[in-house]
Antibody, heavy 123, light 111 residues
Framework: EVQLVESGGGLVQPGGSLRLSCAASGFTFSNYWMHWVRQTPGKGLVWVSRIYSDGRSTNYADSVRGRFTISRDNARNTLYLQMNSLRAEDTAVYYC????????????????WGQGTMVTVSS | QSALTQPASVSGSPGQSISISCTGTSSDVGGYNFVSWYQQHPGKAPKLMIYDVSNRPSGVSNRFSGSKSGNTASLTISGLQAEDEADYYCSSYRDSSTLVVFGGGTKLTVL
């Protein structure tokens, strides 16, 4: 079964740090670009970050650039999000998501999502 | 405030058709055919329903269709069923440092 499982969320004080993990299974993880998307409770989805399949290129939303770092370990089939200098507005459910690819092309869409991990930034 | 604009809610009766709009700009929806739509049930992860404006991934019912005109994309659901009741989000590629933008979501109620 193709699956993504996030972990590492929790309660952290403003200014603190947290590292999220996303364990992939059921597909060749090293072939796919991966993303993080967050969702504020009761609100919409917001794209956070992207990493190429080989990990050599990354992109970030303006709101997290300089504070968050996306990385991956293809040998361990795991995606990471290191979050530093956390703010109250970072409180959200964080999803890892796989870029949708067919046998011939990839698309700006996410076909596999994890179940999400909740991050709460509060004193 | 979300990057793409969707109506907060829509409703329809079983068997009817409804459409959900998603309005952006020429930097995202209007400039590229990279619009996708997601269905999200409460407490669940989003599910991809449409990609590249009008394409359905394998396994998605043909009751779901997508289209685009100018800066506005639309998702149409025909033959409404009770299980279609969910939140729906549009998304688009954007030619900026923010690669992907989402709409604020639309709550579909099946009456």
């Amino acid at each position: 079964e193709v699956q993504l499982v996030e972990s590492g969320g929790g309660l952290v004080q403003p200014g603190g740090s947290l590292r999220l993990s996303c364990a992939a299974s059921g597909f060749t993880f090293s072939n796919y670009w991966m993303h993080w998307v967050r969702q504020t409770p009761g609100k919409g989805l917001v794209w956070v970050s992207r990493i190429y399949s080989d990990g050599r290129s990354t992109n970030y939303a303006d709101s997290v650039r300089g504070r968050f770092t996306i990385s991956r370990d293809n040998a361990r089939n795991t995606l990471y999000l290191q979050m530093n200098s956390l703010r109250a507005e970072d409180t959200a459910v964080y999803y890892c998501a796989r870029l949708y690819c067919s046998t011939t092309s990839c698309y700006y869409a996410f076909d596999i999502w994890g179940q999400g991990t909740m991050v709460t930034v509060s004193s | 405030q979300s990057a793409l604009t969707q109506p907060a809610s829509v409703s329809g009766s079983p068997g009817q058709s409804i459409s959900i709009s998603c309005t952006g700009t020429s930097s995202d929806v209007g400039g590229y055919n990279f619009v996708s739509w997601y269905q999200q049930h409460p407490g669940k992860a989003p599910k991809l329903m449409i990609y590249d404006v009008s394409n359905r991934p394998s396994g998605v019912s043909n009751r779901f269709s997508g289209s685009k005109s100018g800066n506005t994309a639309s998702l149409t659901i025909s033959g409404l069923q009770a299980e279609d009741e969910a939140d729906y989000y549009c998304s688009s590629y954007r030619d900026s440092s923010t690669l992907v933008v989402f709409g604020g979501g639309t709550k579909l109620t099946v009456l």
